[in-house]
C-alpha cells in the first residue's frame, strides 16, 4: 500500500523560507508524477507545483519566481522550496504522487495524498 508522509511546515514570517519535503512508501521504485497542493480555510484546493517523473516541472502563476519543486530520485523524495513567503500562502500543503508518470493540473490526476503539513505565514 502506498503511503505519501510530508513534513516541514510550521510558522515562518512574511519574506521567509521553508522547505517541504515528501515520501511515498511502499514503492519499490517511484517514477510517478508528484504534486504540492494546499487548501486555505474557506478555498478551494489547488495545484503548487508538480514535477513528472521525467523532471518536468511546472510551477502555479502565484508561486512562480519564489517557489521551486524537486525530486530527489535517489532518496526518492520530492520537496518544496518555498521563498519570499507571503500571509495569502497560509494553508495546508499536501504532496500527491500521480496516477501516472505525466505531471497533470488536476487534483483527479493524483491518486494518493498525504495528510497534510501546515504552512502559516504570519505578517
Known amino acids: 500500500q502506498v503511503q505519501v508522509l510530508e513534513s516541514g511546515g510550521g510558522l515562518v514570517q512574511a519574506g521567509g523560507s521553508l522547505r517541504l519535503s515528501c515520501v511515498a512508501s511502499g514503492i519499490l521504485l517511484n517514477i510517478n508524477a508528484m504534486a504540492w497542493f494546499r487548501q486555505a480555510p474557506g478555498k478551494e484546493r489547488e495545484l503548487v507545483a508538480a514535477?513528472?517523473?521525467?523532471?518536468?516541472?511546472y510551477v502555479a502563476d502565484f508561486a512562480k519566481g519564489r517557489f521551486a519543486i524537486s525530486r530527489d530520485a535517489v532518496k526518492d523524495r520530492t520537496f518544496l522550496q518555498m521563498n519570499s513567503l507571503k500571509p495569502e500562502d497560509t494553508a495546508m500543503y499536501y504532496c500527491?504522487?500521480?496516477?501516472?508518470?505525466?505531471?497533470?493540473?488536476?487534483?483527479?490526476?493524483?491518486?494518493?495524498w498525504g495528510q497534510g503539513t501546515q504552512v502559516t505565514v504570519s505578517s
Open positions: 500527491a504522487r500521480g496516477r501516472g508518470i505525466e505531471l497533470g493540473r488536476e487534483a483527479t490526476d493524483y491518486e494518493n
Open positions: 514535477v513528472s517523473g521525467g523532471h518536468t516541472t
